[in-house]
């Protein structure tokens, strides 16, 4: 029969324009989230965190928005350039160790 | 810092047969992570150490597989007998544990044929 991938969601944007990338998490206790950046063919890259006591947290060119009350996360990429296509996952965090639980990700594509 | 530094790069082996992915970390960091990738489940977290010591494997498919720490600075990844089903992209993560996330190797991508 036909395997079934996940469904990976896709975002085009001009270069240029902003972009925003949502994620729900799935453990209302999580009190941690990372955005990873992943290239074809690499491992994931860290680009910004932001814990459970923040709402937004802002970096180069990159935003975080966190949500408690709906488990929502968003990335903003300001001016996304052509090196921003990539697939963007979500992470969360809970419990007494380190280890984060990854989303599905989505692809992002920036048209020049 | 080399980063974290995964081999091989691509496996391509026969089913059946016994598979050992490698990872070194970077130095310094106390925690250790091997993550699965694929399209139909995405990055699965397998199993993680801290300070060389197992604390989670409840990500560990079966028995088939099994994962050593034997210091600081190494760890494997061991697929007995290996199944076509477990083709994958595995990826190794490091940290210092606190703020900043993992440090991911390249990945070995394996295919069982």
């Known amino acids: 029969g036909e395997s079934v991938g996940l469904h990976l969601p896709t975002l085009s944007v001009q270069e240029g324009d902003n972009s925003i990338i949502n994620c729900a998490y799935s453990?209302?206790?999580?009190?941690?989230f990372i955005w990873y950046k992943q290239e074809s063919g690499k491992g994931p890259q860290f680009i910004i965190d932001?814990?459970?006591?923040?709402d937004k947290r802002q970096g180069q060119r990159v935003t975080v928005l966190l949500n408690k009350t709906v488990k929502h996360l968003s990335l903003q990429i300001a001016a996304t350039q052509p090196g921003d296509s990539a697939v963007y996952f979500c992470?969360?965090?809970?419990?007494?160790?380190?280890?984060?639980?990854f989303g599905t990700g989505t692809s992002l594509t920036v048209i020049p | 810092d080399a980063g974290v530094i995964q081999s091989p790069r691509h496996e391509v082996t026969e089913m059946g047969q016994e598979v050992t992915l490698r990872c070194k970390p970077i130095?310094?960091?106390?925690?250790l992570f091997w993550y699965r990738q694929t399209m139909m489940r995405g990055l699965e977290l397998l199993i993680y150490?801290?300070?060389?010591?197992?604390?989670?494997d409840s990500g560990m498919p079966e028995d088939r597989f099994s994962a050593k720490m034997p210091n600081a600075s190494f760890s494997t990844l061991k697929i007995q007998p290996s199944e076509p089903r477990d083709s994958a992209v595995y990826f190794c993560?490091?940290?210092?544990?606190?703020?900043?996330?993992?440090?991911f190797g390249s990945g070995t991508r394996l295919t069982v044929v």
């Open positions: 932001i814990r459970s006591n923040m």
């Open positions: 993560a490091s940290s210092l544990g606190g703020a900043g996330g993992y440090t």
């Open positions: 150490f801290n300070n060389n010591v197992p604390i989670d």
């Open positions: 130095s310094g960091h106390n925690s």
């Open positions: 992470a969360e965090n809970y419990g007494t160790g380190n280890q984060f639980y």
């Open positions: 453990n209302s206790a999580s009190d941690y």
